[in-house]
């Protein structure tokens, strides 16, 4: 049982360039997030989705886009990255609604840099 | 690894001491609280959690209490040891669709020897 797991680790993206991180769990959980954590920030909300073929917006949704094709994969996508996502980005997962817990399960990260 | 927070408030302690690391939270609709730890380079890692409910939770060594009444939470921590340095973060839910979680800005621990 792996959890929740992140690739890539590590990117450097040059501006206007685009990339997809990838966020697996393994945990057969309902609910999955991704997040975006900066220096003296603490974590935001960039999209989540609450089960296979849905996605919403969080609190920072600009300049992303999420898909949610498979109920284990949690994609996040840059279409043109730009130097203000200079960030490192956590996928989490949750069980869902009407389980005994609420607690969301995080990923190692990515650090992403774009010049 | 990576800085979490370069601005974050610190609370340092010796080795062997309890830390009382706290929280105040936005939302009065609030009906869940987690804390999480974050170490250098890694994802946060769920530690203890409390529903409104209650007013206090031990787990293993942790603690957390809430009052309700002026919207605070805190994590103690008994006999901290150096493998618990790193940064806590508490964390809100209240009951929406997504089950979705607003962070506090966290707090550094740094145990000292």
């Known amino acids: 049982n792996a959890g929740v797991t992140q690739t890539p680790k590590f990117r450097v993206l040059k501006t206007g360039q685009s990339m997809t991180l990838l966020c697996a769990q393994d945990?057969?959980?309902?609910?999955m997030y991704w997040y975006r954590q900066d220096p003296g920030m603490g974590l935001r909300l960039i999209h989540y989705?609450?089960?296979?073929?849905?996605?919403a917006k969080g609190e920072v949704p600009d300049g992303y886009n999420v898909s949610r094709l498979k109920k284990q994969n949690f994609l996040l996508g840059l279409e043109s990255a730009a130097p203000s996502q200079t960030s490192v980005y956590f996928c989490?997962?949750?069980?869902?609604?009407?389980?005994?817990?609420?607690?969301?399960?995080f990923g190692p990260g990515t650090r992403l840099t774009v010049l | 690894g990576e800085s979490v927070g370069l601005h974050l408030p610190t609370l340092s302690v010796q080795e062997g001491d309890n830390s009382i690391i706290n929280c105040a939270y936005s939302?009065?609709?609030?009906?869940?609280f987690i804390w999480y730890k974050q170490e250098s380079g890694k994802g946060p890692q769920f530690i203890i959690d409390?529903?409104?409910?209650?007013d206090k939770r031990q787990g293993q060594r942790v603690t957390v209490l809430l009052n309700k009444t002026v919207k605070h939470l805190s994590l103690q921590i008994a006999a901290t040891q150096p493998g618990d340095s790193a940064v806590y973060f508490c964390?809100?839910?209240?009951?929406?669709?997504?089950?979705?979680?607003?962070f506090g800005g966290g707090t550094r621990l740094m145990v000292k020897p």
């Open positions: 964390a809100e839910n209240f009951n929406n669709a997504g089950n979705m979680l607003t």
């Open positions: 409390i529903r409104s409910n209650m």
């Open positions: 939302n009065s609709a609030s009906d869940y």
């Open positions: 945990m057969n959980h309902e609910y």
């Open positions: 989705s609450v089960g296979e073929g849905t996605t």
């Open positions: 989490a997962s949750s069980p869902g609604r009407g389980h005994s817990t609420d607690t969301q399960y």
